[in-house]
């Protein structure tokens, strides 16, 4: 009877979780097919809201410059990351390492706004001096690739220590040079982590509000700056089917992953 009991109040308190992270989705993406602006009541279908998200020129632009920013931050994070865990996990021993570390692990616990105001006070004084960058795309580039390197260096280090090094030694032991090793053996054996990490960081960048807001300048506004505003100013169930987009892209690309690494370990098992 006990056995019986905690195994349904494990399932209970499951299912309490899920619907305490999912809930509000699940309302979203409803609501973002009601005929009317009401967001207290389902009057009907309609798909009006997908029309006028169409037709809205702000969040359509706000879109375009989010994919921009994410696939470029996310690219630059997964290389830097790259080199900076290579280094950390295939080089113990080097001076300043402690404070490399730190200093690659400190955007994982500031704060995000002060590392905006800390990044909007560089790039002001950077283009005071030498007149660049000014406020725009390129920073905030930059800004998520300093928050997507710290990310993704985590994913891709834990696979590199988990990784056989055997299997450089016996590259290296039939002719083959470090670099040669590095790009034709290491590299495709951390190829899920250099996936997982470049989805993580692309997600960051693509869904970032604070850092953008700090470093973004006249005439280049985020997707999610957009919808920050559209929300401040009342209800727009534009902002909805938006977001039910979003989801949709980000769980067909999980769903794509899923598959790929599912695929990539029974080749492994073989």
């Not at 920013?69 to 630059?76: D, G």
């Not at 390129?138 to 928050?147: A, D, K, M």
């Not at 919808?227 to 989801?247: D, E, H, K, Q």
Request: with cysteine; net charge positive.
């Amino acid at each position: 009877m006990k056995r019986w009991m905690h195994a349904h109040i494990g399932k209970l308190w499951m299912g309490l979780v899920y619907g305490f992270l999912f809930a509000p989705l699940l309302f979203l993406v409803v609501f973002s097919f009601n005929s009317t602006r009401q967001d207290s009541r389902f009057t009907g279908f309609s798909l009006r809201w997908y029309e006028a998200l169409a037709n809205d020129s702000r969040l359509l632009e706000g879109f375009l410059v989010s994919l921009k920013v994410a696939f470029v931050s996310a690219t630059l994070s997964v290389v830097l990351a790259t080199l900076a865990a290579y280094t950390l996990v295939r080089y113990t021993q080097f001076r300043g390492r402690n404070v490399f570390t730190a200093m690659l692990n400190a955007p994982l616990i500031m704060p995000e706004v002060i590392i905006g105001l800390s990044l909007l006070l560089l790039s002001v004084s950077a283009q005071r001096s030498l007149g660049w960058p000014d406020r725009g795309m390129t920073t905030i580039v930059l800004g998520h690739v300093l928050l997507g390197m710290a990310y993704a260096t985590v994913v891709i280090q834990s696979r590199l220590k988990d990784m056989d090094r055997s299997l450089e030694e016996a590259a290296m032991d039939l002719g083959c040079r470090p670099g040669q090793v590095f790009f034709l053996v290491t590299l495709p054996n951390i190829s899920q982590a250099l996936l997982a990490g470049w989805l993580l960081t692309f997600t960051l960048s693509f869904d970032d509000v604070v850092v953008s807001e700090f470093l973004s300048g006249p005439g280049v506004t985020t997707l999610p700056q957009v919808i920050f505003s559209y929300a401040r100013r009342g209800v727009n169930p534009s902002i909805y089917a938006a977001a039910t987009l979003l989801m949709l892209v980000v769980t067909l690309a999980v769903v794509a992953f899923g598959i790929y690494t599912a695929r990539q370990a029974r080749k492994s098992r073989q």
